[in-house]
């Protein structure tokens, strides 16, 4: 008799009731039902067990499982949790194993189930990723070569004040470099901080931004003080493209961690948003695991860069062909018995000016190109727009600069 065609708890009780009457032997029994002596034996204990109760489908789960994490073990897993409310089970996975001398570790899945279990985890709302872009950015594969650096959407403290937090990070090792609450995101305000990590670490290769004050300007040269001071230094300032910020999203991801941790909420005043910042630096650099690093930490992978901070700034040189022009105080140098505007930010400063022909110079200040300077408008034109403007006239292109000797 199949025991689909009715419930599955009233055959059983049938079952049961069948038994009671004594008209029938067990063998005859199961064969009636479809079922071994063994299983209706079973039902029997089951029955005059519990009752009706105990004729219910019990789980096949099995109650002890050899991996099965003690209470010891996760009140560990809770503690190291309530001590970095940010970090998922990877991460404290990562961390245990570090700390546990070789022991065995409860597996990820495994933590991930006691921190839902005990309501410390919350489901991440799933957003769209944004397409890939083609970038000229340099790949950092070592350490120094690319630093990150932005301005960590300003709050307001507990006492009204607004905080800025001007971020410095190595996009090799992920290595938080600086964490600093700033009155201004100016150059006044924000140059300070760059050069007591300069001193500290030394000199990157590159320091890679967005386009904003005081990293960028819409000027032709798109240059601030701060990257001709960058560019005295040595150091290639990079801009990402503009609406672009997943082209520095390493620096965005700790962002929205540092966010998580410093920020919701705002500490009581500035001081004391200062000293998480300084708190969360150092668990970030030094304790929490990072997923890209083989859950390793970044001071893990970090070392200073061999360019020291200079005493004195080299005076800028320029091949003896080159015409050299000192920017006034108007952010121009002549040419020709002409004004031309260059850059503010470059007032005071030498810049070479490389012969293409007798209407055409290309315009450096050291290495960094600042655009073609024309000689019937003398106009300096940003070297993507002027060949964009060469293509739209289908002029013949301008040859491609060799680079600085």
């Not at 601030?224 to 001071?229: A, D, G, K, Q």
Request: aromatic share 10%; hydrophobic share 30%; charged share 30%.
């Amino acid at each position: 008799m199949p025991w689909k065609e009715n419930g599955v708890m009233e055959e059983r009780y049938r079952f049961i009731q069948e038994w009671n009457s004594e008209d029938w032997t067990m063998a005859e029994l199961c064969r009636e039902f479809g079922v071994t002596r063994k299983t209706g034996y079973k039902w029997l204990e089951r029955y005059e067990a519990g009752g009706m109760k105990g004729l219910r489908e019990l789980s096949r789960a099995p109650q002890h499982h050899p991996n099965q994490i003690g209470e010891q073990e996760e009140a560990r897993i809770l503690a190291v949790r309530e001590r970095h409310r940010y970090w998922g089970a990877r991460k404290i996975r990562a961390w245990l194993e570090r700390e546990s001398e070789g022991e065995p570790v409860a597996a990820a899945s495994a933590i991930g189930s006691i921190l839902k279990a005990n309501g410390l985890t919350q489901p991440r709302r799933r957003r769209r990723k944004a397409w890939p872009s083609e970038e000229p950015l340099a790949e950092a594969r070592e350490a120094n070569q690319v630093w990150c650096a932005d301005f960590k959407g300003w709050f307001r403290s507990g006492d009204g004040e607004r905080i800025d937090p001007l971020t410095i990070t190595d996009a090799s090792s992920r290595y938080l470099l600086r964490c600093q609450a700033v009155k201004a995101a100016d150059y006044v305000h924000s140059q300070p901080i760059f050069e007591a990590a300069f001193r500290e670490y030394g000199l990157p290769e590159r320091v890679r931004t967005d386009n904003g004050a005081p990293f960028g300007s819409n000027g032709e040269s798109a240059l601030t003080r701060l990257s001709v001071w960058w560019i005295k230094l040595g150091i290639v300032p990079e801009r990402i493209e503009p609406g672009k910020p997943q082209q520095n999203g390493r620096h965005e991801r700790m962002h929205r961690t540092l966010k998580q941790a410093t920020a919701s909420p705002p500490a009581r005043n500035r001081r004391a948003q200062q000293q998480r910042f300084d708190e969360f630096r150092q668990e970030f650099n030094e304790q929490r695991p990072h997923e890209a690093l083989g859950q390793t930490t970044p001071a893990s992978h970090y070392q200073c860069s061999s360019r020291e901070y200079p005493r004195l700034l080299a005076p800028m040189e320029y091949p003896e062909i080159w015409p050299v022009r000192l920017v006034n105080s108007g952010g121009q140098i002549r040419m020709q018995n002409q004004q031309v505007f260059v850059s503010h930010a470059l007032e005071g400063e030498r810049v070479g000016l490389e012969p293409i022909d007798e209407q055409h110079w290309r315009v450096w200040f050291s290495f960094y190109q600042l655009g073609i300077l024309t000689g019937k408008r003398m106009r300096i034109w940003r070297p993507e727009r002027w060949e964009k403007r060469q293509r739209n006239k289908s002029t013949k292109p301008i040859p491609a600069p060799e680079g600085r000797p």
